[in-house]
Structure formats: C-alpha cells, structure tokens
C-alpha cells in the first residue's frame, strides 16, 4: 500500500459527489418533464378525438372541441413567421454582413435585439395594444374610414405583428449564428472570381445558412405559439362561433383557450377534461415544430456533407 | 530551361515597395517585384515568409482582413490597383486566384465551375456546359467527373477539389492566374498533369506560383524570387537562382541546408 500520496481517496471521493450532484441536477429536469408530461397525457387522452379537434366549444366551455382555435393557432403563426422572418433575416444580414461591427447603428441596433428578448411578453402585448392596435389601427381607421371602427381594434393581424415582435430576436441571433457559420474560405472563393459582396451573400451565404435560418424560424415559431399575454390584448377571442378570414378578424388561439378555461369559464371543475385535451394539442403543436427545426437542421447537414454519387 | 527571354516580354504585374501589416506585425517588408506576361514567377521561402500574403495582395484578397494595413504599390499593366478608380470586382475577374487551401463551395461540381461564367452574365446552358467541358480538361479532371458533375464538390478527393478549384478560376479566363501551392495535395500524376497545364496556360496568362517543391519550381518557372522573413531576398531568371544564386542565403534553401 502506498501512502506516499495522502489524501487521493477524498479527493476521488469529492469526484465522484460532484458527478452525483451534476447528474442528480440533470435528473430533476427529465422528471418534472417527464412528470408533466404524464399528467397531461393521462388526463387528457381520453378527450383526444376526431371530434375534439375539429369542432366549436360548446355548452359553456363543457362540451365540444378546439377546432377554431387550433385553425387560429395556424392562422396566427403563419401569419407572424409572413412578418418576422423576412423582417429578421434583413436586419441579420445588414448586422452581420454590411454594418462595422463597432459602427454607431449597428451597436444599437444590437442593444435593441438583446433587450427585446429580456422584455416580459405582457409588455409586449400592451405595447400592440398601444401601439399597433391605438396608434397603427386607430391612425388607418381616422385616414382612411372617416373614424368608422374597422383596424382600431384587436385583431389577427395586430396580434401577429405584436408576436412578430416578440420573436424578431430569436430570428435575428440565429440567423447571425447561420451567417457567421459560413466559413471564410467560402466568402473569398467567391470573391476571388470578381463576385460582388451582393452576389456573394446571395448565392454562397445564404444557401450556405439556409438550415440554420430555418431553424430559427421554426424557434420563433414555437416559441410564439404558446404565448399568451401578447395576444391577449391584441387580438385573441374567449370565443368565436366563426373562423377569421380577414385581417381584421379576431381569434381563437390554443394557448389564451388554455387560459381561459382554466381561468374564466363558468365551471372550471367541469371544463378539467377539456382542458387537459387542450393543453396536449398545444404540447404536442409546440413539439412538433420543434422537432421539424431538428429534422431539418439534421437534413442539412447531412445534405453539406459529401456524400457519394 | 529557356534561359535568358525573360526580357522579351511586358511587365504585367508590378510591386514596388510593398509593406503589409497584419495588425501590428509586418508581413511583408518593401517587396519589389515583377511578374512578367506569359511568363511563370515561382515564389519560393520557408512557411511563414509572406509568399501567401504577397500573392494575395495582387488581387487585393487581404482587403477582407480586419486590421490589414498596406503601404506602397502595386501596378497592374502599369497602373495602380488602389487608385480609387480601380473596382475591385473587376480586379479579381482579371486576376485569378488558386488558394492554398481548396475550397469549393457545397454545390455540385458543375456549379462550382460555372459559378464565376453565371456571376459575370452568362447564362446560356450550352456555353456553360462548354466553359465546364474545357477547364475541367484543362485541369485534368474531366475525365474523373464528367459522368457525376452534379455530385457535391465535397464529395472529391482533396486533390479531385484542388484541381476543381483551378478549373474554377480558369472558367472566368482571368489574364493573371495566382497559385498558392497548387500541386501540395496531388499526386505525381496529377503534378505533372498540372504542371503540363501551367506551360499550356503560359501562352495566354501571367501566372505567379507559390511552390515548396524546388523541383516543380525549377521545372515550371521562368523567374524565381525568394523571400524570407517578409522580404524579398533574391530574384533573377530561374535557371541562374537554382544554378548560381547571388546570395548565399538562397543557395543554403535551394539546397536544403536551409535552418
Ligand atoms: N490573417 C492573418 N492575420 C494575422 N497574421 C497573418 C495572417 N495571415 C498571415 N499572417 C502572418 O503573416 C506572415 C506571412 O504569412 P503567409 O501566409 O503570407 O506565409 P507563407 O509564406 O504563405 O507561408 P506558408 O508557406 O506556410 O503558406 C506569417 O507570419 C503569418 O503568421
Ligand atoms: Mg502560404
């Protein structure tokens, strides 16, 4: 036995507490996951049904499914990533490839991305109230309808442009990271062959970053599709009998119906199985799309790759 | 060797004085040096000694480099590639360039090569289809490629991509091609296809070859110019430099007694 080196066996021992610790930590998290998930599966799956997923509420909240808000959800999300990705992908590109980085306007605009996303999303909902709601409707309706109610009101459009919003930074930081993931090499290659800067941030980077935007897109996508508070104000219906098919629409949306029947229907004890349904149609919604991002993301690579012919 | 015809024709690329800076490091220090047409200019020297950098500063590539700082001149048919009236797209479409690290894009292999025709307006199949034909030959890749061109370029071997990249930078016929180490990840075969292509090319380009292989520069070039340490040590007519240098410091690195 050596005992030339005391003190190994406590250090080994403080080793293997700390990996415990560091996987115990892990552990919590697929376990409250894993607990929520079960709950909500096992209270919710009975509701699932053809009917659930296509049809109005009805009785009060009681009875019924979730089809308009299901079709709202879609509406308002496409209607969002319509706005916010053009709208970030641009601002990325100027970021990341146009601006200095230590000019004046791109430090700002910087500043504005990261303390967007530190904004409370009810913020944000307030803001679109105020803004695009008030100002923006409120401003068409006094020009162009002689002060007649008609965009100065909650609507589709405003409640997407306020989630739009809300999800710009997202989009704009991953794009970035896309963008920045291009390698150099690649850039000057094009370069060299008298590309313009145009030329080559249209036909090598962007090609070149188009998984990695649409991830982001997708991030943004699912990451707005399950908030609430911006829509509240903005736009989203406790109830509609009928679907939007204007701009100027309100809607049902998965997440508010959420909030609303655990909050303000009649008889929250018995709207509790319907609930539960719901909440699994927004999960499994918001996983779907997270699971698009990875699939895609994983296509593109491989697509990178080389790979023979 | 062809001796002494080096002044038989015009001087095409032109350094006069050039410092280049990489922040606070000096890359290069007041290299003056000609590159004559239709001549071959081997550059020569130990890693690290600016060969890259020089090569690079004659299609302005070191523009890209944050903290790049550059003083003196460099003369393209006698004038200044930085006057302010220069555009430097129309630079880089005059003169090529061969880096030394391959790089195709993930595209296929057709894309790669018609990249720069499509880029500077044509886009009429047929052309295309004959641009991809001739400098893929050119380049001795044709007959490797030619049933797969839209495989991915990255789906070649590294010397299959590094002669992708030279038929790339053929394609848009420049009048200076800049080679950085073309030949570092062929085999014999392919080197000497390579080095075939360069005497083919002489008669219509102004070629400046960045090689660490004595041999291939003694066999490909008509002037050779060795730099160490960011300067411009010697230059004369290939065949004196590996014969009688002038400077003992070439002779111990021609030699291998170089360090
Ligand atoms: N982008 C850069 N930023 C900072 N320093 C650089 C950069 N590129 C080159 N250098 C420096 O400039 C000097 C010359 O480099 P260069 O690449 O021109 O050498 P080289 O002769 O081509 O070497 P090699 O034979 O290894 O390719 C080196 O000291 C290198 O460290
Ligand atoms: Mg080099």
Redesign the interface.
């Known amino acids: 036995m050596s005992s030339r080196l005391p003190g190994r066996p406590s250090a080994a021992w403080k080793g293997s507490a700390f990996v415990a610790l560091c996987g115990a930590a892990a552990a919590i998290i697929v376990a409250m996951l894993a607990i929520i998930l079960a709950d909500v599966v096992r209270n919710g799956w009975a509701g699932l049904g053809w009917e659930f997923l296509v049809s109005a509420p009805s009785e009060g909240m009681r009875g019924g499914g979730v089809g308009p808000a299901i079709f709202g959800t879609f509406a308002l999300v496409l209607l969002m990533t319509i706005a916010v990705v053009p709208v970030g992908v641009l601002t990325a590109v100027y970021l990341f490839e146009y601006a200095r980085p230590d000019s004046a306007f791109a430090r700002a605009v910087n500043l504005a991305v990261s303390n967007l996303a530190g904004v409370p999303s009810i913020v944000f909902g307030l803001f679109g109230l105020g803004f695009f709601v008030r100002f923006v409707g409120g401003g068409i309706d006094r020009v162009f309808h002689a002060g007649e109610l008609a965009w100065g009101k909650p609507s589709i459009l405003w409640a997407a442009l306020t989630l739009a919003l809300l999800t710009l930074p997202v989009v704009i930081v991953t794009t970035g990271e896309a963008l920045r993931a291009v390698p150099v090499a690649a850039r000057e290659a094009s370069f060299a062959l008298g590309a313009t800067k145009w030329q080559t941030i249209s036909r090598v980077v962007l090609p070149q970053s188009l998984a990695g935007i649409l991830t982001g897109a997708i991030l943004a996508v699912s990451r707005g599709a399950g908030e609430v508070a911006p829509i509240m104000f903005t736009g989203a219906a406790y109830f509609l009998p009928k679907l939007p098919t204007r701009l100027t629409d309100q809607f049902m949306e998965l997440g508010y119906h959420v909030y609303v029947l655990s909050t303000q229907s009649p008889d929250i004890e018995a709207t509790k199985p319907i609930l539960y349904s719901t909440v699994l149609v927004l999960l499994f919604l918001t996983f779907l799309l997270n699971a698009t991002a990875i699939a895609i993301r994983a296509r593109f690579r491989a697509a990178l790759r080389p790979q023979d012919a | 060797m062809e001796g002494g015809s080096n002044d038989a024709t015009s001087v095409k690329v032109s350094a006069r004085d050039l410092d280049v800076f990489y922040g606070s490091t000096q890359a290069l220090h007041g290299i003056s040096l000609d590159a004559r047409a239709n001549r071959v200019t081997a550059l020569i020297g130990p890693s690290g000694c600016g060969k890259s950098t020089f090569l690079r500063s004659i ?1 302005r ?1 070191n523009d ?1 480099i944050p903290g790049m700082r550059r003083q003196g001149r460099i003369l393209l048919d006698g004038a200044d590639i930085h006057d302010p009236g220069v555009d430097v ?2 630079l ?3 003169v ?2 061969v ?1 030394q ?1 391959s ?5 296929s292999i057709y894309e790669n090569v018609s ?2 025709p499509r ?2 307006g044509v886009s009429d199949r047929g052309t295309l289809d004959e641009i991809v034909r001739t400098t893929l030959e050119q380049a001795a890749l044709w007959d490797e490629v030619k049933d ?1 061109l ?3 370029a ?3 071997s590294g010397g299959q991509q590094q002669r992708l ?1 030279i038929a ?2 053929l394609a ?1 016929e420049p009048e200076v091609l800049l080679m950085d180490e073309p030949a570092s990840a062929l085999d014999p075969l392919a080197t000497a296809r390579i080095e075939e292509l360069i005497h083919e090319l002489k008669e219509r380009y102004t070629i400046l070859i960045v090689t660490h292989n004595m041999q291939q520069a003694a066999r490909v070039s008509d002037t050779t110019a060795y730099f160490y340490l960011g300067r411009l040590v010697e230059v004369g007519p290939t065949a004196q430099i590996f014969t009688n240098p002038a400077k003992q410091e070439t002779e111990d690195y021609i030699t291998g007694r170089f360090g």
């Open positions: 299609n590539m890209l797209v129309d880089r479409r005059r090529g360039m880096f690290r790089n195709p894009f993930p595209k990249y720069g880029i500077h797969r839209g495989a991915s990255l789906s070649l990249c790339r930078a848009v």
